[in-house]
């Protein structure tokens, strides 16, 4: 019988060789900064693989050799070589679970606690070298694209997202006019006089801030921008809603509604009677989070905006 040919390995059309080679060039930089092409990790006579699980046994209580799988995506024969070496140097021990005599846990010795803790320390003073010679800002870079692309790889259950809100800093306003001018050039079509009314806006609020009635919020999800949203003063009784965004990678959280319901009450803690805000008929994911806290519109006019014939809406909430 002949030997079966496999059919060679394709990848999807719509992938271009240079996004791959991108892929490789990061991966062999990467791998290179961080040591993990030398044979020994940390030059402890550990490979990378076993130093990840000698890891996960000094952070964690209770492991199994089914969780190590599953939270290294370890193939099991392999890793059931490393646990027995492992366990002929002394290194680990198993304990009968009491909930179910058919698991068994994991746990280090105290032999391999001591052989652990300098591989942890050397760890440690290595990445906190390499931080180190970065500045504050390039730093901040690059924990945040790692954050990203943690993010974005993996599985869609596993991504964390915590939302924060917090109040403006410096930095913050470039950040509100450059992605409102990106965000609704390309969802809706807006030319660059939009993004010269943002930039106006901010001005203003930045010149005549008034802590006492005006407030920004900025949200971050995962230590990145994700929205924002502004109540500034357009009367002693008035206080005018402005700027909310919410960006893609944050839409169906809740967002949109959080910032919204800051702007309500702060407006109320402030002795305002009334929020306002202008927007347009097309912004129908906005309208809908107005109307939901109890907005209601009360003008509506067709005008020349933004390099289209749009209708503009003037919304009221009395508080």
Not at 149 to 161: K, N, T
């Amino acid at each position: 019988m002949s030997e079966e040919i496999r059919p060679e390995e394709t990848r999807p059309a719509e992938i271009e060789n240079a996004e791959i080679d991108r892929v490789r060039r990061f991966n062999r930089f990467y791998t290179r900064q961080i040591g993990l092409l030398n044979r020994h990790y940390l030059d402890s006579g550990f490979s990378l693989a076993e130093v990840r699980i000698l890891y996960e046994l000094a952070h964690r209580d209770a492991l199994t050799a089914s969780d190590l799988i599953r939270e290294l995506g370890i193939d099991a024969g392999y890793l059931s070589r490393v646990l027995l070496a492992f366990k002929k140097r002394g290194l680990i021990a198993r304990e009968v679970s009491g909930r179910d005599a058919r698991l068994s846990h994991l746990f280090l010795t105290g032999k391999g606690r001591k052989i652990f803790a300098p591989l942890q320390s050397r760890s440690t003073g290595d990445i906190g070298r390499m931080l180190d010679a970065l500045s504050p800002e390039n730093r901040g870079q690059l924990i945040r694209a790692m954050q990203r692309i943690e993010r974005v790889l993996a599985p869609a259950g596993d991504r964390p997202q915590p939302l924060l809100l917090r109040t403006h800093q410096s930095g913050d306003m470039g950040w509100v006019v450059h992605r409102h001018g990106a965000l609704y050039a390309r969802e809706y079509g807006f030319d660059q006089t939009f993004e010269a009314l943002v930039a106006e806006i901010i001005a203003r609020f930045i010149r005549n801030f008034d802590p006492r009635r005006e407030r920004c919020w900025i949200a971050e999800k995962d230590g990145e921008i994700v929205g924002s949203v502004f109540i500034v003063k357009s009367s002693k009784r008035t206080a005018k809603l402005r700027l909310l965004l919410v960006e893609p990678s944050a839409r169906g959280l809740g967002l949109g509604r959080r910032l919204v319901e800051e702007c309500v009450r702060f407006a109320r803690d402030s002795g305002y009677r009334k929020i306002v805000l202008w927007t347009q008929s097309i912004l129908t994911a906005a309208r809908a989070t107005y109307k939901k806290q109890g907005f209601e519109l009360v003008h509506s006019q067709p005008e020349r905006n933004f390099g289209y014939d749009l209708i503009a809406e003037t919304w009221e909430l009395k508080l």
